[in-house]
Structure formats: C-alpha cells, structure tokens
C-alpha cells in the first residue's frame, strides 16, 4: 500500500497530478488563469464558456458535471447532459468524456482504474467527508466490475490542516462520524480538520493502495489558485475545476 506526497506541477496554468498522468488520463486543477469554473459569483453564462475553453483545450468537447450538494450520491455519466443530475460523484468507462468537479476549498478527488479505464471524481468538503463520498466513488466503482487494490486515487489542491479551523459545533458533528482522529486542537483551542487524511483513511479502509496527496492548500499553498475562506473585501471569490478525462 502506498500513499505518496506528490507536488502537483504546473503546466500553461493548469496543475497536474504527476500519478495520475502515468495512466494515460488527462488530470489536474484549473487555476485564476482559466476563469471561474462554477459557484454563485460570477455570470453563469460567463462561467460556461470558462469551462467549454477548458474542455476544447484538453482535447474534449465539453466538460461531464453535477450539481453539487455536499453529500455523497455518485452519478455514471457517459456524456455531459442537461439538467446536471444532483451528485457530488460521477464516473464513467467512456472514453472522450471529460469529468469535472468545482472546488473553491473542497477537496477534489480523482480516481482511476488503469485495468478497466473507468474514472471518477469526487467533491469532498467537510459534510462530503463526513458523509464519506470518496467511499461512496469507490464503492460505485467496484459495483461496476473494479477492484478497489487495482484504483490509483489522488487528493487534489484543497484547504489543508493548515488553514481549516472549524468550529465546537462541527467538530462534535464530524466526530460523531467516527472521523474524530483528524481533529487536532492547536495551541490556541482551534480545532482543525485535516481533510486529506480523512479522505486517505476512507479510501484506504475499502482498500485502495495507491493514493497520491498533493498537499497544495488552497488558501495559503503558494499557487494562483482562488480559495472561499479566502474571499476578497467584496466577498467575491471563484470556483476552480477539479477534472479528469480519458482521450478518445
């Protein structure tokens, strides 16, 4: 079993997953470079076309999404489709499909399966973690003929422990979860929630053995990367992609 700490490069501005890329699969994170991807702040019209660039540019002719709501239904998409189906998880064995995930602090993870070809990506924020939607992927995954040893998973760009202090009342909530032991209390009473080891342990419990961590934190990683804790004076902030795709 293997989880590794790979940095995620950048590449014409985008990030990429170094693990993922081994597999022949087009995998990584948008940045401000590209626009808002999602979310309630900029135009929506403006943000689709953000994300038809984005799909043209990679090679596909539109980006797979759902509508997310911070829990944990997974969605088999096999082409873009209108209304987005509720979802914070969607896969697929086509090749040509690109699928995209928004993130503004969320952790996006991306999982492939080098033996069948099937993908998938998940949203998981803190009620996503709590409601252990990684698992859920995995799950879905294996129901559809994959071994969970044979998945290779990576933990994209997100608010790391660093940065993601919340409060009684959550903690008490993701504690009761059973996900207590990524809580730490700092010296200052704060409790922080490590996102990434939570989503490293559920995905190892069902048995996933490679698992990339990039460990660049939205709010304070050092990239050009927009972050919702992170808002500007105005309130505004954007939304980035979190996307993987297989080539035709």
Request: glycine content about 12%.
């Amino acid at each position: 079993m293997s989880v590794v700490t790979s940095t995620w490069f950048e590449r014409e501005g985008l990030l990429w997953s170094p693990l993922l890329e081994r597999y022949r699969v087009v995998a990584g994170f948008t940045t401000r470079a590209q626009g808002s991807m999602a979310g309630s702040v900029f135009p929506l019209d403006e943000q689709d076309r953000t994300r038809a660039a984005l799909a043209r540019r990679l090679g596909f002719d539109a980006v797979a999404r759902v509508r997310q709501v911070h829990g944990n239904s997974v969605v088999r998409l096999d082409r873009p489709i209108e209304p987005w189906p509720e979802a914070d998880a969607l896969w697929t064995d086509r090749a040509g499909v690109l699928l995209g995930v928004a993130a503004a602090d969320c952790v996006p993870i991306l999982v492939v399966d080098p033996a069948s070809g099937r993908i998938g990506a998940a949203h998981a924020g803190w009620q996503g973690t709590r409601l252990r939607v990684a698992q859920a992927l995995v799950r879905a995954l294996v129901g559809a003929g994959s071994r969970a040893s044979a998945l290779v998973a990576s933990i994209g760009p997100s608010i790391g422990p660093c940065c993601y202090t919340i409060d009684e009342a959550r903690a008490e909530v993701i504690g009761a979860s059973g996900q207590g032991a990524h809580l730490r209390r700092g010296p200052d009473g704060k409790v922080a929630f490590d996102l990434w080891s939570a989503n490293v342990a559920q995905l190892r419990d069902l048995g996933v053995e490679s698992i990339e961590v990039s460990r660049i934190c939205t709010l304070s990683g050092g990239h050009d990367l927009w972050s919702y804790r992170g808002r500007d004076a105005g309130g505004r902030y954007g939304t980035q992609l979190g996307f993987i795709g297989k080539p035709a």
